[in-house]
């Protein structure tokens, strides 16, 4: 069964760091790529960065670039998106999603490209 669970959401104060966890089972990381979403209160959902099967090549949205990294333990099917410096905009349901199709540096796939999302978990920053 294909599966997607996000965990390590939670309270921190504005310029806190946080760890989200996307944590693959029933397909392996080498086959599909793996987005990081986020939707806040009455917004769209939107991109946050996204890392390719295979090669691993990542894209990070400007809004986040130099704050959030993406990271990937094939060993453990799991994918990690680092969050450091974060801001109140920053709050939101946090989601992963996979796709077959490629990432490259300058943009994710469509949001209608992916699919099995996850459940999601919320972030929130606030003092």
């Known amino acids: 069964q294909v599966q997607l669970v996000e965990s390590g959401g939670g309270l921190v104060q504005p310029g806190g760091s946080l760890r989200l966890s996307c944590a693959a089972s029933g397909f392996s990381l080498d086959y599909y790529a793996i987005g990081w979403f986020r939707q806040a209160p009455g917004k769209e959902r939107e991109g946050v960065s996204c890392?390719?099967?295979?090669?691993?090549?990542?894209y990070i949205a400007d809004s986040v670039k130099g704050r959030f990294t993406i990271s990937r333990d094939n060993a453990k099917n799991t994918v990690y998106l680092q969050m450091n410096s974060l801001k109140p905009e920053d709050t939101a349901v946090y989601y992963c999603?996979?796709?077959?199709?490629?990432?490259?540096?300058?943009?994710?796939?469509?949001?209608?490209?992916?699919?099995?999302w996850g459940q999601g978990t919320q972030v929130t920053v606030s003092s």
């Open positions: 890392i390719n099967r295979r090669d691993g090549r990542t």
């Open positions: 999603a996979r796709t077959d199709r490629s990432v490259y540096a300058y943009r994710c796939p469509p949001l209608s490209a992916f699919g099995s």
